[in-house]
T-cell receptor, first 110, second 112 residues
Framework: RKEVEQDPGPFNVPEGATVAFNCTYS??????FFWYRQDCRKEPKLLMS???SGNEDGRFTAQLNRASQYISLLIRDSKLSDSATYLC???????????FGTGTSLTVIP | NAGVTQTPKFQVLKTGQSMTLQCAQD?????MYWYRQDPGMGLRLIYY???????DKGEVPNGYNVSRLNKREFSLRLESAAPSQTSVYFC???????????FGPGTRLLVL
């Protein structure tokens, strides 16, 4: 079983739509959680960390559900520039390894 | 600040050839990482260095070696390249282990 699983999509949404991605992780010892964004043929870049209490950054909201072992990313009022692949990342408290999901592809359509 | 830099950007090798991928960071980070990214597989950790002078295997270390030359530089060596090592290689660094990672632009490697 993979450490981190994501729906690969693709998600095709119109501008202004709200879209949500979920990600599940298998190890209950996971300690740190992140969402990264990766544009085509570019390196991953941090979008936001995910905290237990949930956190918001402008149009982006991240939630963590430890009981069900999933994290989510909500994007409101989608922009064309949001088109990218979104990577879910978890880290175990016992080690230095980060585990990446395969990514969810989002295309925002005019 | 340049952040994390990688060289080369592209490389074509023949099976059995060797090469070294270079990575450097100017953020004074302690931890550095090498990943490979393949379609449908996500990023997988090859090796990491939690601090200068230490290196550890990640999820897919076979066929690779690393050197943490100093705090800034972390190189990845393929001693005898195989077609299965065709991939995009990313170097990353973080201030401390388990903290936010910053990635270099990647090296696209094709092994024929």
């Amino acid at each position: 079983r993979k450490e981190v699983e994501q729906d690969p999509g693709p998600f095709n949404v119109p501008e202004g739509a709200t879209v949500a991605f979920n990600c599940t992780y298998s190890n209950s010892a996971s300690q740190s959680f992140f969402w990264y964004r990766q544009d085509c043929r570019k390196e991953p870049k941090l979008l936001m960390s995910v905290y237990s209490s949930g956190n918001e950054d402008g149009r982006f909201t991240a939630q963590l559900n430890r009981a069900s072992q999933y994290i989510s990313l909500l994007i409101r009022d989608s922009k064309l520039s949001d088109s990218a692949t979104y990577l879910c990342v978890v880290n175990l408290v016992t080690g230095n390894q980060f585990y990446f999901g395969t990514g969810t592809s989002l295309t925002v359509i005019p | 600040n340049a952040g994390v830099t990688q060289t080369p950007k592209f490389q074509v090798l023949k099976t059995g050839q060797s090469m070294t991928l270079q990575c450097a960071q100017d953020m004074n980070h302690n931890s550095m990482y090498w990943y490979r990214q393949d379609p449908g597989m996500g990023l997988r950790l090859i090796y990491y260095s939690a601090s200068e002078g230490t290196t550890d295997k990640g999820e897919v270390p076979n066929g690779y070696n690393v050197s943490r030359l100093n705090k800034r530089e972390f190189s990845l060596r393929l001693e005898s390249a195989a077609p299965s090592q065709t991939s995009v290689y990313f170097c990353a660094s973080s201030e401390e282990a388990r903290e936010t990672q910053y990635f270099g632009p990647g090296t696209r490697l094709l092994v024929l």
